[in-house]
């Protein structure tokens, strides 16, 4: 996908926000689609992920018919087939669960 060339204006409408370093923990295969889509965006995942969910928090959804169709791909490529129904089931070996202190 060609990179995006913002207006002026657009430009002096962005926000300065402070962002943080996290140590969030993600299904392998779900970052790895998530990567190859930031990287096909030619954004970081960081923005990415912004993006998502501000959208989600608008009840809005964050990607277009042509987007979804290249996450589909993706999907493919990288074997994640899991969806939303799973989200709540999702667990990890026991011996691979972080402690809780």
Wanted: hydrophobic share 40%.
């Amino acid at each position: 996908m060609p990179q995006r060339h913002r207006s002026k204006e657009a430009a002096s409408k962005r926000l300065v926000v402070e962002r943080v370093q996290t140590g969030v923990r993600l299904e392998k295969r779900l970052l790895k689609v998530l990567k190859a889509l930031a990287e096909y965006r030619d954004m970081t995942l960081g923005d990415l992920l912004e993006g998502i969910v501000l959208h989600a928090f608008e009840g809005q959804a964050p990607f277009s018919d042509e987007t979804l169709g290249v996450i589909g791909d993706l999907r493919r490529v990288y074997g994640l087939h899991i969806d939303a129904a799973a989200s709540h089931q999702l667990t990890e070996p026991h011996d691979a669960r972080p402690e809780r202190t």
